[in-house]
Each structure stands twice: as C-alpha cells, then as structure tokens.
C-alpha cells in the first residue's frame, strides 16, 4: 500500500542564507555552515555524466547477452567499470567476495496445439525430465471467478495432467499453488500475472515446491485458455556455486565511529539489460561518489558506497556482507540510504517512510528507529528543487535495506515505483498515465536505456547527492538517526 501525503514544496537550489539557516531536518534547525556539502554537491553532479554511465552498462548488456546478472560477463564489466572509476577518484575500494548458489536454466519451452508460448523457468525448483512432459493441459478458473486460484488442490481438474495454469496471488503462494496443483495430480504448474502490462512475464524465485513452476505472460495464459489439445513443457535447470562481488569504496576522511552508507544493486535480472533496475541507481550513487571524492577529506562523518551483488536473487550481498561484518563495525554504521529505480518511465518521486509514528496503529511498520531523521533528510532532496513527491512505506520497495534493517541500522532512501499502479492523482502531480505500472518495463528485456525517464533521473540524482552531503558533515543529522545525540 502506497501511502501520499501532499507534496512538500521547498526552494529552489538557489538558496538564501535565511532559508538555510531554518530549514528542518528533522531533527533541528540546520546552520547555513553545514550545508556546504549538500549544496556544493546537489548543484555540481552532472545529469549528462550519469546518463552516459547508463549508456555504458546498456553497452554491456547488449554486447554479452543482453543482462548484467550476477555472475553474467555482462556484470563482470559493470563491476570492472565502478571499481576503476571509484579507485582513480582516490577512494578507499573494497571488492568483498559473496558465496551463494546461481541457478542456471538448461531449458524452457513450451507448445500449446503445436505452437511456441514464450515460459520462463522459476528459480531453484525442480526440474522435468530431459524432453519434458506432454499431456492434457488446464487453465484454472481462466473466468477470474475465484478470489483464491489454485490454491486448494480441488480448484485443479482430476489429473494426471501435464500443463496446469493458473494467475498468481488470492492468498497463497506460488509454492503452495504447486503442491495444490501435484496433490490433484498434475505434472507442472505454469503461473502468469493479471496485470496492465498483460504481455510482461517475470520470472521469480519459488522454492520448497514439488514440481516444476514456470511464467507466462497474462496474454498468453487467454491463449492457453482457448486451446484443445495436448501441451509440451520442459523446464530444466540446475544451481551451481559460485561467486559474486560487493564493491565497497569510502572516504579518507570522516570519523570511523560514524559510518554513512548509500548503496544500489549492480546487478540486473538475467531477462534484461537492467538499465532503469538498477542502472539508475549505480549511475546516481557513482556520479555522487565522483563529486565528493575531491572533498572527501573534508566530511566529518565517513562515507562508504556500496555496489551490492545478486541482489535480484534476493539480497544475497547485502545479506553477506551484514552477516561477516564485525560487530564494533556494525556498530559504526549511523544509517543506510538505499536506491532503486530512479528512472521509472511512468514515475512518482518516493522517498521512504521510515517513522511509523505518522500512521500509528496501522500495523503498517516503519523502520528501526531514527529512520524518521533519515526520511526528512532524503525528503529534503526534493524540497530543495521546488520538487513535489510522495512517501511508500517500507514494503513497497523489497531491496537491500532490508538487511540492515533487521539489525536495527536506520534505513531510507527513494525509488521511482516499481509494479504498482500509478494513481489519478499521482498522475495529476507527476504526469504520466494513471492505471499504469510505473515501470512497465520491469524485469523484461525493454529494461533498456530507451525505457528511463532522464527527467526523473536528474532529479533523483540531485537530491541523492543532496542527501549525503548532508549526512556527510551535519552531525545532528546523524545523531537523530542513530540516537547517538544527547
């Protein structure tokens, strides 16, 4: 559930002194002397620069296969290009080696009356035999009757079958859908997604089930639906161990005792080129890092940028690199700002909401404490540039902030919408088409760099880099973020 509240309407980057000397962070009022940093940077990174780091990693993707997945040579390049940039800036760079499984898919095909139907195999299931499986095929509840598809085995048709369908949600999870769907005795289980966009397909992680789980587009489940005869289905794929990589590079200057983190994902899905999830971000937080480095002996509190691996197989690096980090260096971190998605072609300009303490009794959860201050600050981004936006609490962005909230670290951030649905009103703010997914292009192969919106990207940037200028020498900030102040 997105939560909107009405735009804050601030100044423009042309700031008086009056101004400055009041603005509310949250926390208290800021002296004109420690915005500094947030000016000097929020006003010298470069739209044009960023973009051409977005028309680099496109590069990448096009010319290995179209992705930057983890451990794709289209990441390897990506990587390559953020560690050299961050070491010629004279930054500390850390490349922190993170195990996990990758899966990798040997097949997926699928013929329905004897014609092709794109699928896309899910993560880490099983696999079907080595020529797959033919039979009868099934679309359940293909009307949309039914609040809760699939997931009782009584909602399938009497097997043995070889082909079952059925959209996703109504409760359950595509897991238990699939023991319903083995239960009634079918051999494989394809799901799809009602959606404004009805050709995408994404494929996504389904664990624990009892049989192969494959995706179809919304388009392709109505084709499904009118066939007659018998289907193929060969879904295979194996994990194998592997190893990614998290560039961390920090300032040689700041206090060691607070840590300032701000981080993005690096890798892309392996359907797509990843340009807006998470390009955007890597190009803003680089081009940041690239404005501070001739400064960066000059910052009170340190700042460390992270570059996350496999975080599209859910957090893995993120995940990692809280896990093996010393407990007096956990410690040290004051906070975390996280981006995804800055560049969404149908976008709304959200910031975080970390304080559950404007929406108490919702069951609706905020971050760990001092979240609050990290919200204002980033929000603050956006009011400098005149720039109406809206908060979405946490759960509407699942990503690498997640890690560090769970151990207690303050968390914010911003994205440009992922899968919602853009509202009337939101549409009436930012432009774009109401009744639309914010990124249409989410996880698919048009993930390109023709699908950002640069407008939002510029502004997102600015008001990233007016963020950690500001975290960066304004130790009030900090402290009510970690309540580490008086």
């Given amino acids: 559930m997105l939560f909107t509240r009405s735009a804050v309407v601030g100044v423009s980057l042309v700031l008086s002194a009056a101004f400055l000397a009041t603005i509310d962070s949250g926390a208290a009022a800021v002296p004109v002397s420690d915005m500094w940093l947030a000016r000097a940077l929020s006003a010298s990174v470069s739209d044009r620069v960023g973009l051409d780091t977005l028309a680099e990693l496109d590069r990448f993707a096009a010319v290995t296969g179209g992705n930057r997945a983890a451990g794709s040579p289209g990441f390897e390049l990506s990587r390559g290009l953020v560690t050299q940039t961050l070491t010629s800036a004279g930054y500390r760079v850390t490349e922190q080696p993170v195990p996990y499984q990758r899966f990798v898919v040997d097949a997926e095909r699928l013929t329905i009356d004897g014609t092709g139907v794109r699928v896309l195999m899910a993560q880490y299931v099983p696999s079907t035999p080595v020529g797959g499986v033919s039979g009868a095929v099934a679309v359940v509840d293909a009307a949309g009757a039914d609040p809760t598809p699939g997931c009782q085995s009584g909602d399938f048709p009497a097997g043995p079958g070889a082909v079952a369908v059925v959209r996703s949600g109504g409760g359950c999870t595509t897991a238990a859908k699939a023991t319903a769907a083995a239960a009634a005795g079918w051999a494989t289980l394809l799901v799809y997604d009602v959606s404004p966009s009805p050709w995408t397909v994404i494929r996504r992680r389904a664990t624990g089930t009892p049989l192969p789980v494959g995706f179809v587009s919304q388009l392709d489940a109505q084709r499904i639906a009118q066939a007659v005869g018998a289907g193929t289905v060969e879904l295979r794929g194996h994990d194998v161990p592997d ?8 300032t040689t200057g700041g206090s060691a005792d607070n840590v300032i983190m701000a981080g993005a994902h690096l890798d892309s899905t392996q359907d797509g080129p990843g340009i807006n999830d998470n390009g955007s971000s890597v190009a803003a937080l680089l081009q940041t ?9 000059r910052v009170t509190n340190r700042v460390r940028f992270a570059f996350w691996g496999a975080e599209e197989l859910v957090t893995i690096g993120s995940i990692y690199y809280i ?8 410690a040290a971190i004051s906070l975390y700002l996280n981006f995804e998605m800055l560049a969404s072609p149908n976008f709304v300009r959200f910031v975080i909401d970390g304080d559950d303490s404007d929406h108490p009794g919702t ?23 005149r720039l109406p936006f809206r908060t979405a609490d946490l759960a509407d962005i699942r ?18 919408g992922v899968r919602g649905i853009k509202t009337a009103e939101e549409a009436a703010v930012f432009g774009g088409t109401a009744g639309q997914h914010y990124d249409p292009c989410y996880h698919q192969p048009c993930d390109s760099l023709t699908d950002i919106n640069t407008g939002a990207f510029g502004d997102a940037l600015r008001a990233i880099a007016w963020a950690v200028g500001r ?15 008086p």
């Fill in 399 to 416: 990503s690498d902030q997640e890690p560090f909230a769970a151990v207690g670290v303050p968390v914010g951030g911003a994205f440009g």
């Fill in 243 to 250: 190893v990614t990589v998290n560039v961390l590079a920090e």
């Fill in 471 to 485: 975290f960066a020498v304004y130790d009030d900030d900090v402290d009510a973020a970690s309540g580490r102040g």
């Fill in 323 to 330: 896990a093996t980090l010393p407990a007096d260096q956990l």
């Fill in 363 to 385: 069951g609706i959860p905020g971050g760990p404490p001092g979240s609050g201050a990290v919200e204002a600050v980033m929000a603050q981004g956006y009011q400098v540039q």
């Fill in 289 to 297: 890092a690239m404005r501070l480095a001739p400064l960066q002996h």
